[in-house]
């Protein structure tokens, strides 16, 4: 007999959000204190930001997948 989860699929998908939109906040925080002010050229600081988001949205991606259950409740039908 499995245990009975505690939050539903709409749950979960809030949880998936909400985590989310924290996260890019606090990575465009570090981006703007930390990469802005030693970069000159506009297109480095652009460009800069891109690839600083994408990791933290990978990472971010990896470690709901391997330490939250979010993900599978949305997968389960």
Do not use: D, Q
């Not at 906040?25 to 460009?47: A, D, G, K, Q, S």
């Not at 690839?51 to 997968?75: C, E, V």
Request: glycine residues 2%.
């Amino acid at each position: 007999m499995k245990p009975k989860s505690n939050y539903s699929r709409p749950m979960a998908a809030i949880y998936i959000i909400v985590s989310f939109l924290a996260t890019l906040i606090v990575l465009e925080l570090i981006c703007f204190l930390t990469f802005y002010p030693l970069l000159e050229n506009r297109f480095l600081r652009i460009f800069a930001s891109l690839i600083w988001l994408y990791a933290g949205a990978f990472a971010y991606y990896k470690l709901t997948h391997r330490y939250t259950k979010w993900w599978k409740r949305l997968n389960n039908k």
